[in-house]
């Protein structure tokens, strides 16, 4: 079963069969503006809807790993990974994307985070942030989406669907999020050849000394 880290709200997309415009558009989900978010997990699929970055309303990361604005991570010390010259954008380390503010993954006494930015209730203290997987990087997992079928499969139920344009699988993700509310399981549209094999995906991490992978957000 796929676990659900989502905004419990059902954005509208488009009519029933209706191909949409974004998707596979960029964008970074609401969790990576938070200082002590760590980062996803490549075993759950979050669903952010009512996204204002897409023209979908809908920021998808498909069993993706780490930050998608910080491919390489950093250390439980906050240090970035050895091998990165300091030219490059990725370089420092992980910041909240659009700032200077460094990302903190441990308790911050500021209830507010500092700046005007939010803490997660419960912290791990000390997590590093994970670099992300050289198969399912942000550029392959992370990006505008919308809602295809049903858990079913079917689109007749009289919810708004979309058709998945060229290039996008409409593809099984988020089985269940609790009882009474359906809005958000079903199918999304996802990159042809990204669907999540537990048995083989992230056998390798992005690292700036033997696997590059700078698509960074």
Do not use: W
């Not at 670099?131 to 079928?149: I, K």
């Not at 699988?169 to 079903?186: F, H, N, P, W, Y």
């Amino acid at each position: 079963m796929a676990l659900l880290a989502a905004c419990l709200f059902v954005g509208f997309v488009a009519g029933p069969g209706c191909q949409v415009n974004g998707v596979g558009d960029p964008c970074i989900p609401d969790e990576e503006y938070v200082v002590n978010f760590a980062g996803f997990s490549e075993q759950e699929v979050n669903v952010e809807s009512k996204s204002f970055q897409c023209r979908t309303r809908l920021c998808l990361a498909n069993h993706f790993r780490g930050r998608a604005s910080c491919p390489y991570g950093q250390g439980a010390d906050g240090t970035s990974p050895a091998g990165l010259p300091m030219t490059d954008p990725n370089a420092m380390t992980c910041v909240i994307p659009g700032t200077n503010i460094p990302v903190t993954p441990e308790l911050n006494p500021n209830p507010d985070g500092g700046a005007g930015i939010p803490i997660v209730p419960t912290p791990k203290a000390g997590d590093t942030v994970q670099a992300q997987c050289v198969d399912r990087t942000a550029a392959l997992t992370v990006y505008c989406s919308c809602r295809c079928a049903n858990v079913d499969g079917q689109t007749n139920d009289g919810a708004n669907y979309c058709a998945c344009p060229d290039g996008y699988a409409c593809t099984q993700l988020v089985t269940s999020i609790g009882a009474g509310d359906t809005g958000l399981t079903g199918a999304y549209c996802i990159k042809n050849n990204t669907a999540y094999d537990p048995n083989s995906a992230c056998a390798e991490s992005c690292d700036p000394m033997t696997n590059t992978c700078p698509n960074a957000y």
